[in-house]
């Protein structure tokens, strides 16, 4: 707010608020009366005191930025050296900053730049590296001396140097800028007539030519870095005629849809130099084509035959390296190999043959494909495919490989495409369901898969009965799965190749709850469904978290258990000893697992009587990768079921602490959709321990009554011992 607009602001304030006060010390000195007068009075005091809170009065904040700065635009002149060897950059930029008054940071170019000096609005300036690129830090504040409207505005120059590559051919440098709305840049070569390029996209305003220099002006798009690039922009008259001995290296690869040829020529020039390079392709040839920036011209030639032109736009006096590629319709049955040769090359408009023509013709085979010699070759000799020298970006194993000279050739193969079979392109290599079990019959399990896929769009899990999902997960994030009652699809990734070339493996990973088998009483026997994969599971892990108060055993179902039978263990701890989980085979659980999950292994009531005894009770332990912990509560038989406006939302993920006695289970090999589950039998801890002494007993009483009706026996009979010696 300015100074000019305080005394209308103080005027509305006065029509507002301080205005009754007023009028009533008016009314008491006998002035004007009532609105009616059109004037309002007020002390002079007052209104400096109102005139002082105006001032104090920070205006309203708007609507934030969204970056801190902006580059408006730049201008950058590059010279480079008498010898070409390094461009000398020099950048002035205009940055308008948005935010003030606070630290800002601004990624400005790359950090491949080897800046020589660096300053904003005259002054050394802080820069930082990050992400590959240099971070300019400074205060953002206005600067003393700006106008309104232009204080947020700073000049940034700098200067850095780049090497220029020169590889047989055009001189480049490659300039890093800042992405600026406006780029002007200024190149200026210490050689005359010289042909400047900017690239991407550069467009020359100007271009002037000196005795010993050429300088263009270009304006450049918004990119992260430019490429200037500049050669001779005529070819001086030859004295000597061309020179030059050519080396082509064919490769042909039969693919499956299409058979791709690449032809590389390698010419050695011993003297003069020559602008462009004719070759001969077969009229089966289609899509020729250069890489680089070399332009091919089109033209039919003898018998059928097709002539590729490939200009280089300036004139090579130096081994130069050319790469064509093409396509063939035709992959499948009798083929004969093209014969691609160099027939000549163009020196100041006359065209000039090669001294000698040698090199080598390589045959690939893409998966599928089988390419097998019909009938000899003609023209070239047979060698190793190993002997090929260089690479290639063509898909397909080398078969068969040939020497090749100038003489025309002829290599007839035959092709078959072979049907492709179809193959296990997705499964699952491991699946372990752990599931949390409360006396009671409340249920939380947690299903992880280990998933490779190459061809499926979601994951296929059939839910026991009753069921009702939680969460779902792929690759470590939330998902949102789909689907209808029991049956969850859940949306997956298609595997990646690793570094050697395996499928890359992820997790899976489907949380539920369900109401099941209770476990109560002095003993009973108990069920338990895991849910079905539409994948083929290599290995399925079950691990059952059951009440520690009770034995289980006569285990059974559609998995192996581990042990037979697992009771509860030995006698209550000492006070203040931590608890310890007991394995199907009696092991200590926190032995196999390093202590990630420390679990009951004793009864509820000896181990409530060791809590009461205990002076200090350790707080209980939970896995340190649990993201969470849910109680289920005592008196609910079953959680509220997710909301229906939760439909479309990524889920949380909820654990359940992992405690009681741990029954685990496995098969190796399910089939997709095939159903499993195990079941036992269990007695209680009291049950158990009671048992020997009901038994005692019986026996007793069964003595006592065989005693009894012996001797009744015996008295009925009158036994005497001459009658019981015989």
Known sequence: MSFRSLPIVAFLAILSFPAAPALQEVRASGGAQ????????????????????????????????????????????????????????????????????RWIEIPLLSDSAAIDRFTVDGRPATLTQ????????????????????????????????????????????????????????????PRTDQEIRVLPDGVVLDRSVTADSTRVTALAPRTGALTVRWADRAAPAQDEPLRAVAETLHRVAFQRHVAAGEVAVRLEVQRGAFEALVLRF????????????????????????????????????????????YEMGRVAGRVVIPDVKVVGMIQDGHVREAVRQSGFLAVLADDGMEVVPDGSPEGAEPCDPSEVPGTTSLRGVPVMALRTSGLPHGVPVSVTRHEERPVLASAVQSARLAM??????????????????????????????????????????????????????????????GPDGATRAFQVDVIYYQRADSVAGPWGSARFAAPAIDMLVSRYGIDLWMPDDYRYFDFGGDAEATADEVEPTGPVPPEGRPREAVNLDGRRRDEETGGAQT?????????????????????????????????????????????????GLLPIRIDVPRTGLLLS??????????????????????????LPWVGALAGLLLGLAVARLAHRSARARRLSAGRAAP
């Open 665 to 690: 289970f496995h098969r190796t090999l399910v089939e997709s959709k095939e159903a499993l589950a195990v079941d036992f039998r269990y007695q209680s801890a009291a049950f158990v321990a009671v």
């Open 282 to 325: 077969p009229k089966e040839a289609e899509g020729v084509r250069a890489d680089d920036d070399v332009a091919i011209d089109i033209a039919d030639g003898p018998d059928g035959a097709q002539l590729a032109t490939a200009r280089l736009g300036y004139a090579r006096r130096e081994d130069a390296v050319v790469t064509l590629r």
């Open 436 to 497: 949390v079990v409360t006396p009671d019959g409340r249920a939380v399990g947690t299903l992880e898969m280990l998933v490779q896929n190459n061809e499926r769009q979601f994951v296929g899990v059939d839910l026991p009965r009753g069921a009702t999902l939680w969460a779902a997960f792929a690759d470590g994030r939330p998902v949102k799965p789909s689907g209808r009652d029991g049956w969850v699809m859940v949306p997956v990734p298609r595997s990646g190749v």
């Open 130 to 189: 990050a992400d590959g690129t240099f971070r300019l830090v400074f205060r953002a504040a206005p600067v003393p001396g700006r106008t309104a409207g232009a204080e947020s505005v700073h000049k940034l120059e700098f200067e850095y140097r780049a090497n220029v590559a020169a590889d047989g051919g055009p001189r480049s440098a490659v300039l890093p800028i800042v992405g600026a709305a406006i780029n002007r840049i200024e190149v200026r070569i």
């Open 599 to 647: 679990v009951s292994a004793f009864s509820g009531q000896e181990y409530r009587q060791a809590e009461e005894k205990a002076a200090a009770p350790s707080p209980p332990q939970v896995d340190p990768h649990f993201i969470g912990v849910i109680e289920l509560p005592k008196a609910a038989a079953r959680p509220e079921s997710p909301a229906p406006a939760s439909r």
């Open 34 to 101: 009532g609105p009616s007068s059109g004037v309002v009075r007020l002390p002079l005091a007052d209104f400096n005191a109102l005139l002082e809170r105006l001032q104090g009065i920070e205006p309203g904040r708007g609507v934030e930025p969204p970056v801190d700065a902006v580059a408006v635009s730049a201008a950058y002149r590059v010279v480079v050296d008498a010898e070409q060897r390094v461009a000398v950059v020099q950048a002035e930029v205009d940055l308008a900053v948005l935010r003030q008054d």
